[in-house]
């Protein structure tokens, strides 16, 4: 019997397994990726639950009058809009901690690439440039004596620091509030940390106080041995100002797995031997994508038996 099954909208692309769960659990709705809402009025009003990947602005929450619960695949959730919900009484989920080592373990994947250009060393095998020209160029970069700032260090960014701790670089971070279980040493701002470090990474949500925080003045300060690496996201960065950077000389090269406007990537960027780039692949890996999209459902699940969540967001209450 489908009656007693409450209606979870997928507006969009959903991940297969945890497509498969929902149409399991609920009755589910799936709209293309698209600007509107493509549903009937009787429909919007039977939505009680979304399950979505970072897409749930306010315009479609307010569509939907019955809405309890949104449930959002991935820890960022930049593209919900929380506030809103929090506002309205629905509640949103994410999916934090499952993801922490799978995209750990790539930031320091990245920082090696673009530090010692990995990438480009093996393309030059695969062209045969080796065998008919002779050995790749030195790296002008190495990790060896770096130091690293952390712009946040959070649930990935304690992981990614405790990764770097073998590579014997030292290590700095700056958040908006000083961690007192570190001893890492702390930056009062981002700019007195890219004054301080030689090897910027940065690891914090999309928000409106991030948006494009990482711009000239703090790539200035990176310095012309600068690295930087981003696997937060891409709106937290000047790109336009990142790509002069680079071309200039002002820092030496950087890392990206986010861009400022996904899939789309700017096309000086592809001129750029010094920058690195990977299409958002840092939690892209089929067990952690599994995990992931087990707590998008099984938040939804635990909602609609007895209330309860396993991961809400802050912006929004845990009704009982
Ligand atoms: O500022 P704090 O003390 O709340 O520290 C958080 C830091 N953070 C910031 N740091 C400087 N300026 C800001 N305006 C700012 N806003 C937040 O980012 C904290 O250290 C870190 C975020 O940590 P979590 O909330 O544990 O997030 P998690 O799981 O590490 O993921 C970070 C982001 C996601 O939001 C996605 O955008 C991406 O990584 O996958």
């Not at 960022?76 to 509640?91: I, M, Q, S, T």
């Not at 790539?106 to 020209?133: D, H, M, Q, S």
């Not at 790509?243 to 002002?250: C, P, Q, W």
Request: charged share 25%; glycine share 8%; proline share 8%.
């Amino acid at each position: 019997m489908t009656d007693n099954k409450s209606t979870v909208l997928i507006p969009g692309r959903m991940h297969p397994r945890a497509l498969e769960r929902l149409t399991a659990a609920f009755d589910v709705v799936q709209t293309q990726p698209g600007s509107e809402l493509d549903l009937s009025p009787e429909t919007k009003a039977k939505v009680k639950g979304v399950a979505t990947i970072n897409r749930m602005p306010a315009e479609w929450m307010d569509q939907l009058p019955n809405l309890q619960v949104v449930s959002n695949f991935g820890v960022g959730y930049d593209g919900v809009d929380a506030r809103h919900a929090g506002e309205k009484g629905v509640l949103v989920t994410n999916t934090p901690d499952v993801l922490n080592d799978e995209v750990a373990d790539t930031t320091l994947g990245l920082l090696i690439n673009t530090v010692r250009r990995l990438p480009l060393a093996e393309t030059y095998l695969r062209e045969k440039r080796w065998e008919n020209e002779g050995p790749f160029p030195l790296t002008p970069l190495s990790l060896k004596n770096r130091h690293v700032g952390l712009l946040g260090l959070g649930r990935i960014g304690m992981e990614i620091a405790k990764r770097l701790e073998p590579f014997k670089v030292r290590i700095s971070y700056h958040t908006r509030t000083k961690r007192t279980d570190v001893a890492y040493d702390y930056a009062p701002s981002l700019l007195d940390l890219a004054t301080s470090v030689d090897t910027l990474i940065s690891i914090i949500p999309g928000t409106p106080e991030t948006h494009k925080i990482i711009n000239a003045d703090v790539l200035k300060a990176l310095g012309p041995n600068g690295v930087f690496i981003n696997v937060g996201r891409g709106a937290s960065v000047d790109e336009p100002a990142l790509i002069e950077a680079l071309k200039t000389g002002t820092i030496a090269a950087a890392g990206l797995d986010v861009f400022y406007d996904e899939p789309r990537v700017p096309d000086a960027m592809f001129d750029l031997p010094t920058l690195c780039m990977l299409p958002h692949v840092a939690s892209a890996s089929v067990p952690t994508r599994n995990d992931m999209a087990d707590l998008v459902v099984d938040n939804l699940i635990g909602w609609f038996r007895d209330g309860s969540v396993l991961t809400p967001v802050p912006e929004t209450p845990v009704r009982k």
